[in-house]
């Protein structure tokens, strides 16, 4: 099998999974909450101009100002402001735009004769000064890139000198809004077809790069040119390859009609913030741009979504209608695709390694980090062996996770330190190969003497967090009719078989509770402790009333359980502990304590100097905790409570 797609509906949110070789690569999630909004124009009113960041900050409706900085203003932005404050706004045969003057070109100098002297190049005859001809080239284009600079983006004036106050302004939002951060906006104006991106105000045909054949790129970029109105230009997409002047024509009709609708909607000067142009939705995106012959099928699991898709194939790409596939039977779709698991995983923040160990991956405002640990992995290894082994298996694992989490920003991995530089180097070399695979612009740093790995990575959207986990999971179960998902008391006998405490530890704590008998109250209200889970029951189906009063009894406010697991922290620390510690919660406990920027476990780290990695774990009470070391997985919740007052 080689590329699919899977999409799955439910009542208020569209999930669609991203295999290659059956295994998910990449997750898009769309709900009211998180509707995309990437490729949508917006009239726009400029709110404040701040020249100390260059950037400017312009209302567009949204709860947050959108982010415009200088060098996202086109080079053509004072044609723009007049088509705006036209009040019959039109781009086409006597717009403003086409009537631009051409640009002089100076009288080009007669190549010079030989030179004496060091290195410079002798006339022959036959392209003679071809050399300081092209010397003379590259000076040229660095005094021009040299003025523009000193110009500014946006025509002949400084941005802050044509950017004013309350100024009516088109923009097309290039990044969604993350977490208290508003989009960011260009005024570089596109619109997205199925083999064509039209670009108003635009003179130019240009072809992507990842056509290769020179020929090809010849025959689409003169039909193109034949194409296109006057003042427009096009960049011919990749799945433009082999297509035919009809094809194109009827993708370009598309668009040039999508562009009259939107300037029949600003004319008469209307007032600003309003949607002018929406982009597609997510699903029409992913088809729009990622569905090509590559692809072996598109399973979908609505009957009404299966006959657009299905619709639209047949219009834009005939031969590929077959791979539009519906899904039927009692199995969710993530099942029967075998990616349920995978998709459970990357809500998260532990994930297994095949040899034993694993990764924490937490989110802070700033970035986003990720710990490497060894685990039970390394037996019959080195140090130096074991630790190379796990950080190859981590670097795969992490890119893996960063494209299906769409992680973006900066991320900052934390192998296993490595003695040897050509270690560090497989390492860091290995993570460069597997980010090769990714759609997104992705830079990667080598590895540092504290075994740091910086990654930047371009975002897009908003990234899939921990936080997530329980709204996944509880709309994911409520899928009508035959598309239910796995059974509940499957996926905890999986969280327990992930977050259970070795064997040996776990048959320490059972000959420990035969000795001494069940427990009936804790010396740390909250915590479980090492008590086994019959001694649990027992104690709580119990009818005779305690001896004293027992701080066993969870806390009915989730704050009074965030308190109790801080005084846990502290009473660690005096004991002269500073070691990382694992906190195994409930899923809605975890949501709870990572609901804020920064989250809980990071305000302790800040606070107090200790790691805190949060697990979460089915079995767990929702207002219950349990700390545990994180090497070892030594239970410690109740070994490092001081004794009560």
């Known amino acids: 099998m080689g590329k699919e797609i899977v999409v ?23 709900n009211p909450e998180n509707v995309r909004t990437i490729g949508d124009i917006y009239l726009g009113k400029v709110r404040k101009i701040m020249p100390s960041i260059r950037a400017a900050f312009v209302d567009i409706g949204q709860k947050q100002d959108a982010f415009l900085h200088f060098s996202d203003l086109a080079d053509d932005f004072e044609y723009l402001l007049d088509f705006v404050n036209q009040d019959q706004p039109h781009v086409g045969p006597g717009s403003a735009r086409s009537q631009k003057p051409q640009r002089k070109r100076g009288k080009r100098r007669k190549p010079q004769g030989k030179k004496g002297g060091d290195g410079s190049t002798s006339s022959d005859g036959k392209g003679r000064g071809k050399s300081n001809a092209q010397a003379r080239g590259k000076r040229r284009q660095a005094q021009q890139r040299s003025k523009r600079g000193k110009k500014g983006r946006g025509g002949s004036g400084r941005p802050e000198k044509l950017l004013k106050r309350d100024q009516r ?39 992507s790069k990842k056509i290769n054949s020179y020929k090809e790129r010849r025959r689409l970029k003169a039909l193109a040119k034949s194409l296109v109105p006057e003042g427009f230009g096009v960049i011919i997409r990749t799945v433009a390859e082999g297509k035919n002047a009809k094809t194109l024509d009827t993708d370009l009709n598309l668009l040039i009609e999508k562009w009259r609708n939107l300037e029949k909607k600003l004319a008469g000067r209307p007032n600003a913030p309003m949607v002018v142009h929406q982009d597609v939705n997510m699903l029409s995106s992913v088809m729009r741009d990622l569905f090509t012959d590559d692809y072996d099928r598109v399973l979908i699991d609505d009957e009404k979504l299966y006959r657009n898709v299905k619709s639209y194939t047949q219009a834009v790409a005939p031969q590929m209608t077959d791979a539009i596939q519906f899904h039927r039977g009692n199995q969710h779709v993530f099942e029967a695709a075998g990616v349920y698991s995978e998709i459970q995983e990357a809500f998260e923040g532990r994930v ?70 050509n270690n560090r180097r497989k390492v860091y070399d290995e993570l460069k190969k597997e980010f090769k695979k990714d759609r997104a612009v992705t830079k990667v740093l080598p590895m540092s003497d504290f075994g740091l790995i910086q990654i930047t990575r371009q975002r897009m959207r908003p990234s899939i967090t921990v936080s997530q986990s329980s709204d996944f999971l509880t709309k994911n179960g409520s899928s009508n009719g035959s598309k239910k ?50 001694a649990r029951d027992a104690s709580k189906n119990a009818s005779v009333a ?100």
Not at 381 to 398: D, F, G, H
């Open 8 to 30: 799955n509906t439910e009542k208020e949110q569209t999930r669609i999974a991203i295999l290659e070789k059956g295994d998910l690569v990449e997750l898009y999630i769309e």
């Open 169 to 207: 302004i088109l923009v097309k939002i290039v990044k969604e809004p993350i977490s208290n951060k508003g989009s960011r906006v260009s005024t570089d104006i596109s619109m997205a077809g199925r083999f064509l991106v039209l670009v108003p105000f635009g003179d130019y045909v240009a072809v």
């Open 352 to 421: 297994n390694l095949p040899g034993g160990g694993y990764l924490f991956i937490e989110h802070t405002e700033a970035m986003h980090v990720v710990d490497v640990n060894s685990g039970r992995s390394g037996r019959g290894l080195s140090q130096e062996e074991n630790s190379l082994r796990v950080n190859l298996e981590a670097a795969r694992a992490i890119s893996k996770q960063i494209r299906i989490r769409d992680l973006g920003g900066i991320i900052v991995v934390d192998f296993i330190d490595l003695r040897n530089d």
């Open 485 to 534: 998902a796995p059974s509940k008391p499957d996926d905890r006998k999986r969280e327990e078989k992930k977050s259970s405490p070795p064997a040996d530890n776990r048959k320490r704590d059972e000959e420990r509770a035969q000795r001494t008998g069940p427990k009936t109250e804790s010396r740390r209200s909250g915590g479980r402790g090492s008590q086994p889970a019959h």
């Open 546 to 645: 305690p001896r004293a009063p027992s701080t066993a009894q969870p806390v009915a406010d989730p704050r009074e359980l965030v308190e109790k697991m801080e005084q846990w922290l502290v009473d660690y620390k005096t004991m002269g502990n500073r070691r990382a510690v694992t906190l195994s919660v409930h899923p809605f406990t975890a949501a709870y304590l990572n609901r804020k920027v920064p989250n809980h476990p990071t305000r302790w780290f800040m606070k107090h100097l200790v790691r805190v990695r949060l697990e979460t774990d089915d079995t767990v009470s929702p207002l219950s905790f349990r700390f545990a070391d994180s090497r070892s997985g030594e239970d410690l919740t109740e070994k490092v409570a001081l004794p009560d007052s």
